[in-house]
Structures are given as structure tokens and as C-alpha cells.
């Protein structure tokens, strides 16, 4: 048996490293949460290092984003670009923003060039443009051909002197094998002469990524690289300019590609959110964080369900799948719809609290007074739609009818609207149940149901009375539909809904009665 990669893992440091130029989204988060668990699982510490060297991409505000979706989701960074309470960056090994680390990077670059492993080229955009299409029309690979690799020093600095600008590019060994062992991959080979002389910086003050982050893992002592397959070409340049400075290897893990449905590299067109919109849609952290760890990790049993605590204690490289990840939102529907119903009824109310105000069905009082002056619970509710004022109970029980099938939390807005409206709007024709043949039928079941409903006493109109009186009646007629279907519609004004008997009981006898007695002066108008 070949060793196991964990079996000599010590002093790890892994370290995510976004480009703030977006939102942080899941694919980004995979990246964060791998790394995150690669160093927790064995002991190590997660470096957040933020490149930014595209300066026209880079925003703060992005960058802000990325601090804020990684803290909600529990993904805690060991160090980074925060400061303690002295103004002073956590962690050893800063600045953490690439962008406040060009000085490093000016002194590893005149290095290179002095020692000739790194040259100034001068050709224009238009002369690199026309290399590239020449050596696609040839089927060559699109790279430098070197014409500024031999310069004289005096061209050198008759360029120089003519502020002409230049690129310093990597003289790129020819002919060699580049090997890794990738922990996911395995072995991996490239052949340098595919890579060409790559740029390193555009002049000496706008240092490019592969070799700025060759610089920044080793000067933070990074171990291990985890990061999106879709850095592998990189990884052979960045190992032939370690070994150019005589850095010290890291090691690499690199991710399967995350793809859609259709097997597809995934794209905006797939309902790919920011972190902030599934925040905001009501996803839990929980959730994302699970579902994401299931994009490339397969923890080989049938377990599905992790929490990130376990997911430290149970992830291990060896288990990451070469083969692309699928993103599937319905997965993610179905792990936050599990995560909901994990929750505490009175905690999942509160939670959803907030979209039942943004849609405008309820707003919260203050203080509220009875008309004896007796002073209420602080938190009450009124209803917008009829000026009711409502406790947390009624709340509690609304939600309560659609735990079960709630995914998201924005979606009890659309699922429980109804108990929280005045008059319903629907056409009469909705409460006829499709095996009924005249509207007296309609007529003589809602009747019925209003007679027996009116006849419970306010205190016993609770849903164990209601299923023993209404089914009992149910119970007599062809089917149940008879009764239970007009109810339904003249309770919700839907369809679709929870059981008509469980939605009486949550709106209590008065609203009931009330809705059944419009559902009654409707049938009126038809015939
Ligand atoms: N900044 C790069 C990105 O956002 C990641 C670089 C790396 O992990 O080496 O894709």
C-alpha cells in the first residue's frame, strides 16, 4: 500500500487566497471550506491572503463580502487582513493583502533578473497579439516565442531610458519535465516548452499571479496549496520559479471542477448565488456548508448529513474525488429543508419573522396596551391586512403547518399568506371539488360544515375536537372531499395547502367561521 498523504501531515498551514473581483460564491466557499478543513483536520492553521493585483477588478467591497459570507458560514481564518486592537495584522506573516506587499515582491523580482533566470520584453500588445494568432493558425501553443530573450544590455537600456514599457518574463527551462504529486491527482506531468516564457510583472510595480502567489506561499510558510483543478496548468510555473529562488516545495491538493447538471463547467446560467443571496433567500450556514463539502468530498458510507464540526473531525484528503463535482440545488433544497426541521419550532418562527414583515403581512408592536391598561407581553404582532393583533403562538403554529415542507425560509411568505389576509380572493368556482355536479352540493357542504364549526365552543376549537366532529361528517358523504375541499379553499383560497382541519385550528373559531360564511355568500353568485 502506498502511504497515505495524512499519515505524515504536520505544521500545516493551508491558505485561501480570492481575487475580491466578485461576490463569494459556492464555488469559492468549496475552495474556503476544503482549505479550512485540510488544516483543521490536521492540526494546522487556514491563512486568508486576499490578491488583489488586479487592480481594476479588485473592489473592497468585494472583499468585504468575502469576510462576511466566510464568518457567517463558521469558516474562521487563523490569519489575515484583520487587525487587533493595536492596528496590527493577526498573524506573522503579513500584510495579507497582496496589494500592500509589493515591496516583496520588487526585491524577488530584480533577484531573478540579476541572476538572468528573468528578462525584460518590450514587444508591444499588437507584436504579442499577432505571435499568438500566428501560432494558432499553425496549431503551435500560444506562447512567447522569446524575442527579447537575448537582448544586449545596451538595447536593455536604450528601452529603458525610453520608458518604453516592458513585462518581465520567466525564462522558462525548455524541454523539461515538471512532475507533482497532486494529493488528489496523483502524479502529474507537464512539459515546460508548452508553457513558454511566462510574464512574472508588468514593469516591477504590477507583479501577476503566478508569481506573486509563489512568493506570498513561501514567505507564509504555506504547506499545502487546496485549490480549484482549474489551476492546475499554473502549478508548473509556480513550481519552476520556486525552484528558480530555491524556495522550499508546498504541497498540492487540487479540487475536482464543479459542474453543472448537464456536466458542464458551471456558469452564472446555473442558479450559481452569492453566499449573501442564500443568506438572504433563508438557506442556513449549516446547510451551504454541507452541501458544498459534498462537491468533490465523498466520505464513502451513505452519511450525508455534516455538520462542519464533523466535517473536521472526518475529512480527509484521500477521499476527495477526482471525478467533477455536480452542482445540484435541489440537494441544496433538500439539506436546508433538513436543517429546518432540525430547528426549535419557537427558533425557526423567529427566524422567519423578518420575510413575514418584508412581505408586508405583519409588523411587529412595540408595547401594546389592553384596554384595561394591562401591559402585554413587549413583542406582539399586528396583522396588516385586518389590524389584528397576534402573539408569537400564532406565529409559532403558522409555521409550524409547513416545517415539514418548508426548504427556504423567503418560501413561508408564499406558503402562509393566507393567515394573515382579510378577505380572500378566489374565483367561487375553486370550492366546488371536482366530483360534485350542481353547486347545491357546494352549497350544502359549506352550510353543514359552518353548522357544525358554529356549534364548537371557542375553548374546544382545537384540532383534536375539529378531526373527531368534521371527519366524522367526512365520514358520511361519497368521499371526504365532499367536505374537506371547500373547506380547504374557503380557509386558504388555495389549491394547495396544509390539511384544512390543522389551518382551522391555527386560525381559531372566529376567522374560520367568518371565511366559511364568505366562501358561502360566494356560492351565492353562482349557479
Ligand atoms: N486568487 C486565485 C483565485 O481567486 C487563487 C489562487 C490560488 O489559489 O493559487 O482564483
Given at each position: 500500500?502506498?502511504s ?6 504536520s505544521?500545516?498551514?493551508?491558505r485561501?487566497?480570492?481575487s475580491?473581483?466578485?461576490p ?11 482549505s479550512?478543513?485540510f ?6 492553521s ?9 487592480i ?6 468585494w472583499e468585504q463580502d468575502?469576510?462576511?459570507?466566510m464568518k457567517?458560514l463558521?469558516?474562521?481564518?487563523d490569519?489575515g487582513?484583520d487587525?487587533d486592537n493595536?492596528?496590527?495584522y493577526?498573524?506573522e ?7 500592500e506587499?509589493?515591496?516583496?515582491y520588487?526585491?524577488y523580482?530584480k533577484?531573478l533578473?540579476e541572476?538572468?533566470k ?10 504579442l497579439e499577432?505571435?499568438?494568432q500566428?501560432?494558432?493558425?499553425q ?5 512567447y516565442p522569446?524575442?527579447?530573450r537575448d537582448?544586449?544590455?545596451a538595447t536593455?537600456q536604450?528601452y529603458?531610458d525610453?520608458?518604453?514599457?516592458f513585462?518581465?518574463r ?10 507533482f504529486n497532486?494529493a488528489?491527482?496523483?502524479?502529474v ?8 516564457d511566462?510574464?512574472l510583472?508588468k514593469?516591477?510595480?504590477?507583479p501577476?499571479y503566478n508569481?506573486?502567489?509563489v ?16 489551476h492546475i ?9 520556486q ?6 516545495k508546498?504541497?498540492?491538493?487540487h ?6 447538471e ?5 456558469s452564472?446560467r446555473d ?6 443571496a442564500?443568506k ?6 449549516e446547510?451551504l456548508?454541507?452541501?458544498v ?8 458510507t451513505e452519511k450525508?448529513?455534516f455538520s462542519?464540526?464533523?466535517l473536521?473531525?472526518?475529512?480527509s ?10 452542482f445540484?440545488?435541489q440537494?441544496?433544497d433538500?439539506l436546508n429543508?433538513f436543517y429546518i426541521?432540525?430547528?426549535?419550532l419557537?427558533?425557526?418562527a423567529?427566524?422567519?419573522?423578518p420575510?413575514?414583515e418584508?412581505?408586508?403581512l405583519?409588523?411587529k408592536?412595540e408595547?401594546m396596551i389592553r ?5 402585554l407581553?413587549?413583542v406582539s404582532?399586528s396583522i396588516i391586512a385586518t389590524g389584528?393583533n397576534?402573539?408569537e403562538?400564532y406565529l409559532e ?13 423567503s418560501?413561508?411568505g408564499?406558503?402562509v399568506d ?8 378566489y374565483p367561487?368556482?375553486?370550492l366546488?371539488w371536482?366530483k360534485?355536479?350542481?353547486y347545491?352540493e357546494?352549497?350544502d357542504?359549506l ?5 357544525l364549526l358554529?356549534?364548537?365552543e371557542?375553548?374546544d376549537?382545537i ?6 366532529i368534521?371527519l366524522d361528517?367526512a365520514?358520511?358523504?361519497?368521499d371526504r372531499?365532499?367536505l374537506l375541499w ?6 386558504t383560497?388555495?389549491m394547495n395547502s396544509?390539511?384544512?382541519?390543522d389551518?382551522?385550528?391555527v386560525?381559531?373559531?372566529?376567522r374560520t367561521?367568518k371565511?366559511i360564511?364568505?366562501a358561502i355568500s ?6
Amino acid at each position: 500500500m502506498t502511504s497515505n498523504i495524512s499519515d505524515n501531515l504536520s505544521n500545516v498551514r493551508t491558505r485561501f487566497a480570492p481575487s475580491p473581483t466578485g461576490p463569494l460564491n459556492p464555488g469559492g466557499v468549496r475552495t474556503a471550506l476544503f482549505s479550512y478543513l485540510f488544516a483543521k483536520r490536521y492540526g494546522g492553521s487556514l491563512i486568508l491572503r486576499i490578491e488583489d493585483t488586479d487592480i481594476e477588478r479588485s473592489k473592497k467591497e468585494w472583499e468585504q463580502d468575502i469576510f462576511e459570507s466566510m464568518k457567517w458560514l463558521g469558516l474562521v481564518w487563523d490569519e489575515g487582513p484583520d487587525y487587533d486592537n493595536q492596528s496590527k495584522y493577526i498573524g506573522e506573516y503579513g500584510p495579507y493583502r497582496q496589494s500592500e506587499r509589493k515591496e516583496i515582491y520588487a526585491k524577488y523580482l530584480k533577484k531573478l533578473v540579476e541572476e538572468e533566470k528573468a528578462y525584460y520584453c518590450f514587444c508591444s500588445k499588437e507584436e504579442l497579439e499577432s505571435y499568438k494568432q500566428y501560432a494558432m493558425s499553425q496549431g503551435l501553443p500560444p506562447v512567447y516565442p522569446g524575442k527579447c530573450r537575448d537582448l544586449d544590455q545596451a538595447t536593455i537600456q536604450k528601452y529603458l531610458d525610453e520608458k518604453r514599457p516592458f513585462l518581465i518574463r520567466f525564462k522558462t527551462p525548455k524541454g523539461q519535465k515538471i512532475t507533482f504529486n497532486d494529493a488528489v491527482r496523483g502524479k502529474v506531468e507537464f512539459d515546460s516548452t508548452l508553457l513558454g516564457d511566462f510574464s512574472l510583472s508588468k514593469g516591477f510595480d504590477n507583479p501577476l499571479y503566478n508569481f506573486v502567489v509563489v512568493i506570498d506561499d513561501y514567505e507564509m510558510k504555506i504547506t499545502d496549496v487546496v485549490r480549484g483543478e482549474d489551476h492546475i496548468s499554473n502549478t508548473p510555473k509556480q513550481i519552476l520559479l520556486q525552484e528558480a529562488l530555491g524556495l522550499s516545495k508546498v504541497r498540492y491538493a487540487h479540487l475536482p471542477l464543479i459542474l453543472n447538471e448537464k456536466r458542464q463547467k458551471l456558469s452564472k446560467r446555473d442558479n450559481v448565488l452569492p453566499i449573501s443571496a442564500y443568506k438572504k433567500e433563508g438557506y442556513f450556514p449549516e446547510a451551504l456548508n454541507n452541501f458544498v463539502a459534498l462537491l468533490g468530498w465523498n466520505p464513502g458510507t451513505e452519511k450525508e448529513i455534516f455538520s462542519l464540526e464533523q466535517l473536521t473531525k472526518e475529512f480527509s484528503v484521500e477521499k476527495i474525488q477526482k471525478a467533477g463535482a455536480i452542482f445540484n440545488p435541489q440537494k441544496l433544497d433538500w439539506l436546508n429543508g433538513f436543517y429546518i426541521r432540525q430547528k426549535p419550532l419557537k427558533e425557526l418562527a423567529r427566524l422567519c419573522i423578518p420575510y413575514l414583515e418584508e412581505r408586508g403581512l405583519i409588523k411587529k408592536n412595540e408595547k401594546m396596551i389592553r384596554p384595561e391598561d394591562e401591559l402585554l407581553p413587549e413583542v406582539s404582532y399586528s396583522i396588516i391586512a385586518t389590524g389584528e393583533n397576534i402573539f408569537e403562538d400564532y406565529l409559532e403554529n403558522a409555521i409550524a403547518l409547513y416545517k415539514e415542507r418548508l426548504k427556504k425560509l423567503s418560501e413561508i411568505g408564499d406558503l402562509v399568506d393566507f393567515l394573515f389576509a382579510g378577505i380572500l380572493e378566489y374565483p367561487a368556482e375553486m370550492l366546488k371539488w371536482k366530483k360534485m355536479t350542481d353547486y347545491q352540493e357546494l352549497a350544502d357542504s359549506l352550510n353543514k360544515t359552518l353548522e357544525l364549526l358554529s356549534a364548537i365552543e371557542e375553548k374546544d376549537f382545537i384540532k383534536e375536537n375539529l378531526e373527531k366532529i368534521l371527519l366524522d361528517e367526512a365520514g358520511k358523504m361519497p368521499d371526504r372531499g365532499f367536505l374537506l375541499w371547500p373547506m380547504r379553499v374557503a380557509l386558504t383560497g388555495k389549491m394547495n395547502s396544509a390539511g384544512p382541519i390543522d389551518i382551522a385550528a391555527v386560525l381559531g373559531k372566529q376567522r374560520t367561521v367568518k371565511r366559511i360564511e364568505d366562501a358561502i355568500s360566494k356560492t351565492r353568485s353562482v349557479k
